[in-house]
């Protein structure tokens, strides 16, 4: 048995820092993953807009290297990574398309980048944004998560 929850009024946007999130870019032979901060891989669609740490590692053979294409990340690559070697790429995902490839194996994961669901709504001293998120919490576990499926606090969310 599960209920929906949704929409956590938060302050507006220039008055909050921009929250890093941290992804993990595996390279191997056969393709590019991206996984979350959890190692859960992360849908094509599943990204939405903010700034961004990216671990990049090589789990390939040989040497392997990332190039990352899209809004606002022009010359964003790691230099070639031996096997078992990793780099780090601080990047902003803006609204938009992506391309995350691998520059020796020229796989390439595509990612669609969207904006946080919000709406303006009135408070007290102005205007704040409500964000939206889709949560599922069972009554069973008293966990709940999001459309990715990622465990999330409602509480903290």
């Known amino acids: 048995m599960g209920f929906a929850a949704s929409t956590q009024l938060t302050a507006p946007a220039s008055a909050r820092p921009a929250t890093v999130i941290p992804y993990t870019v595996v390279l191997n032979d056969s393709g590019v993953l991206l996984l979350d901060a959890g190692n859960a ?4 669609s599943g990204i939405t807009s903010a700034p961004a740490v990216l671990t990049v590692i090589n789990r390939g053979v040989g040497a392997h290297a990332l190039s990352i294409s899209g809004p606002g990340v022009a010359g ?12 780090r790429l ?26 946080p669901k919000s709406v303006e709504v009135a408070a007290n001293s102005g205007t704040a ?7 599922e919490c069972s009554l069973e576990t008293h ?9 999330v606090n409602p509480g903290s969310a």
């Not at 609204?95 to 904006?115: C, E, F, P, R």
């Not at 944004?129 to 949560?135: G, H, L, N």
């Not at 966990?143 to 465990?151: D, M």
């Open 76 to 87: 964003k690559r790691t230099p070639s990574l031996p096997k078992g070697r990793s780099a």
């Open 129 to 135: 944004k409500a964000i939206s998120e889709a949560i």
């Open 90 to 115: 601080s990047v902003t995902f803006q609204v938009g398309s992506y391309a995350l490839t691998d520059t020796t194996s020229h796989h390439t994961l595509k990612l669609v980048v969207t904006a």
């Open 41 to 44: 891989p992360v849908p094509s």
């Open 143 to 151: 966990l709940c998560t999001n459309a990715q499926g990622v465990v």
